[in-house]
């Protein structure tokens, strides 16, 4: 039995998110004029750090814009080997054919959706867990036909039911009819069902997400054993009340004790570890978690640069 399918390329995710994405990519853009104008304002012995610092802040919410997309990437559906696999990008089902019903249903006879448990709203598609208006919980990946940057979908719903658990999946994507043949076909002959293709994309999204989230646990490590290691360098050398804020002149206008600020930076590290490790368990989320990466390694480069403005003065 030959593979169908429908899956999203990143261009049409990208599309499909513009307006969210579009919106923060005009603040990143914004941030960097700003750290442009600081470099240009600010004194000598501050101005790399000010325009480094809101640099990459700027540079990490332009960087998202391309980056999230990914998450929806390559999500939607496949029949093969006897199996459906249906990767919403917030959440998967791997059903064998043989049992699954299908049917065509309008979406406004109870089958909208209603509230969103877990997924995605973007221009033309929504994915992920959903309750319907017939107060039905389904897993959802539906787009809107016809729409900019989104292929020709059929005007009705086509609902999948698991005759097993009674589990739903609503599906609205090019190629529907070439899935209700994939059923019929296992149905009629249960013996070409195999478990192994199915069972293989299963087991990679976990491989996948087990990955994120021990490589935002090692980065956590690496980053709060790298404060740690700061804070014993430079505490010794440091005086009881210390600078924490310069402004855009490089007068100090900010201070804190010593010992808040051998712990504040830890701390934030602890803090940046535990969202990123956090985050990353979550379905849809393959990205979501690099800007708080990118954040531990901001916050190293700042710790440094306030302790020595603090040991050494002004550079």
Same mark, same amino acid.
């Given at each position: 039995?030959?593979?169908?399918?429908?899956?999203?390329?990143?261009?049409?995710?990208?599309?499909?998110?513009?307006?969210?994405? /579009?919106?923060?990519?005009?603040?990143?853009?914004?941030? &960097?004029?700003? =750290?442009?104008?600081? $470099?240009?304002?600010? +004194?000598?012995?501050?101005? #790399?750090?000010?325009? /480094?610092?809101?640099?990459?802040?700027?540079? @990490?919410?332009?960087?998202?814009? /391309?980056?999230?997309?990914?998450? &929806?990437?390559?999500?939607?559906?496949?029949?093969?080997?006897?199996? &459906?696999?249906?990767?919403?990008?917030?959440?998967?089902?791997? %059903?064998?054919?043989?049992? !699954?019903?299908?049917? $065509?249903?309008? +979406?406004?006879?109870?089958?909208?959706?209603?509230?969103?448990?877990?997924?995605?709203?973007? =221009?033309?598609?929504?994915?992920?867990?959903? !309750?319907?208006?017939?107060?039905?919980?389904?897993?959802?990946?539906?787009?809107?036909?016809?729409?900019?940057?989104?292929?020709?979908?059929?005007?009705? $719903?086509?609902?999948?039911?698991?005759?097993?658990?009674?589990?739903?999946?609503?599906?609205?994507?090019?190629?529907?009819?070439?899935?209700?043949?994939?059923? *019929?076909?296992?149905?009629?002959?249960?013996?070409?069902?195999?478990?192994?293709?199915?069972?293989?994309?299963?087991? /990679?999204? %976990?491989?996948?997400?087990?990955?994120?989230?021990?490589?935002?646990?090692?980065?956590?490590? !690496?980053?709060? =054993?790298?404060?740690? #290691?700061?804070? #014993?360098?430079?505490?010794?050398?440091?005086?009881?009340?210390?600078?924490?804020?310069?402004?855009?002149?490089?007068?100090?206008?900010?201070?804190?004790?010593? #010992?808040?600020?051998?712990?504040?930076?830890?701390?934030?590290? @602890?803090?940046?570890?535990?969202?990123?490790?956090? @985050?990353?368990?979550?379905?849809?989320?393959?990205?979501? *978690?690099?800007?708080?990466?990118?954040?531990?390694?901001?916050?190293?480069?700042?710790?440094? $640069?306030?302790?020595?403005?603090?040991?050494?003065?002004?550079?």
């Amino acid at each position: 039995m030959p593979a169908v399918g429908f899956h999203l390329t990143y261009a049409q995710a990208l599309a499909d998110a513009r307006g969210t994405l /579009f919106g923060l990519g005009g603040v990143g853009l914004a941030i &960097l004029s700003l =750290a442009a104008v600081m $470099w240009f304002v600010a +004194k000598p012995h501050v101005r #790399r750090m000010m325009s /480094f610092a809101t640099g990459s802040v700027g540079l @990490i919410l332009l960087a998202l814009v /391309f980056l999230t997309p990914i998450s &929806l990437a390559g999500a939607g559906w496949t029949a093969s080997g006897g199996r &459906l696999v249906v990767a919403s990008g917030f959440g998967s089902v791997n %059903w064998p054919l043989t049992q !699954v019903h299908t049917e $065509w249903v309008d +979406k406004e006879a109870g089958y909208r959706p209603l509230e969103r448990i877990g997924g995605y709203g973007g =221009a033309n598609l929504q994915a992920g867990h959903f !309750v319907l208006a017939n107060g039905q919980h389904a897993l959802l990946f539906v787009g809107r036909g016809g729409a900019a940057g989104w292929p020709a979908a059929h005007p009705r $719903w086509l609902l999948v039911t698991n005759t097993a658990n009674r589990q739903v999946v609503l599906l609205s994507t090019p190629n529907l009819p070439r899935l209700q043949q994939a059923v *019929a076909q296992a149905q009629a002959d249960p013996s070409a069902v195999s478990s192994r293709n199915g069972a293989s994309v299963a087991t /990679f999204g %976990w491989v996948l997400r087990v990955a994120q989230v021990v490589v935002n646990g090692l980065v956590a490590v !690496v980053a709060v =054993a790298v404060q740690i #290691r700061l804070a #014993r360098r430079y505490g010794p050398h440091l005086p009881e009340v210390v600078a924490s804020h310069w402004g855009i002149r490089g007068e100090v206008d900010g201070s804190m004790s010593k #010992r808040a600020m051998l712990r504040l930076w830890p701390v934030l590290a @602890i803090g940046m570890g535990v969202l990123a490790v956090g @985050i990353s368990c979550l379905p849809g989320t393959l990205v979501a *978690a690099l800007p708080f990466c990118l954040l531990q390694v901001l916050f190293v480069v700042l710790a440094r $640069w306030v302790y020595r403005q603090n040991v050494d003065g002004p550079r």
